[in-house]
């Protein structure tokens, strides 16, 4: 949506990390921030993507390209130090990234599941647990970006991912309680199925499964944007 200026709050000074913001959801709320006029340090896995999401949002003075894993306990600390050192601070942290993957149970490996529990739902811990002492100086708040799947079943195929982001939920859930005395703020955003390159190419990949999915589950009967 476009809002005048009037109607847009102010984030001027805020500073914030979004993981997986070269796409999707993530490059929304990017855009959606830097018209607020907060900093942000934009994330993906690969470089030149991370600056070509930084092109495309045209505010490159605002903008620090950070780039790693984020199924990796070890890069989430790097990725929280660049975005703290770059920015200067820490004032929300959004963990959007993740990686959907369709597998029926007897299919499903070990392999598999670990990549998928690592980047959707392990990650929101070790980047809330790095990001903690820039947030206390800052008393700012995190984001975890879970699913509607997290909280009700969806396609059959996606339970291994709606299983991720029901322990994103729970996580929020408890991280809350634990630092509300620090007065840093937890909570979950839970989408439905949104039009982004994620979900168009498991509909791709599903002969047009999610999409038939989301007309017979949803009143309005199309797919979020």
């Not at 070269?22 to 934009?42: P, Q, V």
């Not at 199925?193 to 791709?204: F, Q, S, V």
């Amino acid at each position: 949506a476009n809002f005048t200026s009037e109607q847009m709050i102010s984030l001027t000074g805020k500073r914030a990390l979004i993981t997986g913001s070269t796409m999707g959801i993530g490059h929304a709320a990017a855009r959606g921030l830097l018209e607020a006029d907060a900093r942000i340090a934009i994330h993906g896995r690969d470089i030149e993507r991370v600056r070509e999401a930084i092109r495309k949002l045209g505010h490159p003075a605002r903008t620090v390209p950070v780039c790693g894993d984020v199924g990796d306990p070890a890069e989430c600390q790097r990725l929280i130090e660049e975005s703290v050192t770059g920015l200067g601070g820490l004032d929300y942290l959004v963990c959007n990234a993740g990686i959907g993957a369709l597998s029926y149970p007897e299919d499903l490996t070990e392999e598999h599941w670990d990549k998928l529990f690592n980047v959707n739902c392990r990650s929101g811990y070790f980047l809330t647990k790095y990001a903690l002492p820039a947030l206390r100086e800052s008393r700012g708040s995190v984001l975890l970006v879970a699913s509607a799947a997290g909280i009700c079943a969806g396609p059959s195929d996606a339970y291994a991912y709606a299983v991720t982001k029901a322990g994103l939920i729970s996580l929020a859930q408890s991280l809350a309680l634990e630092l509300a005395p620090h007065e840093i703020r937890i909570n979950a955003l839970c989408p439905g199925y949104i039009n982004t390159p994620m979900i168009a190419a498991e509909n791709a990949a599903t002969g047009g499964q999610i999409h038939r999915f989301v007309e017979e589950a949803t009143p309005l009967r199309r797919i979020g944007t």
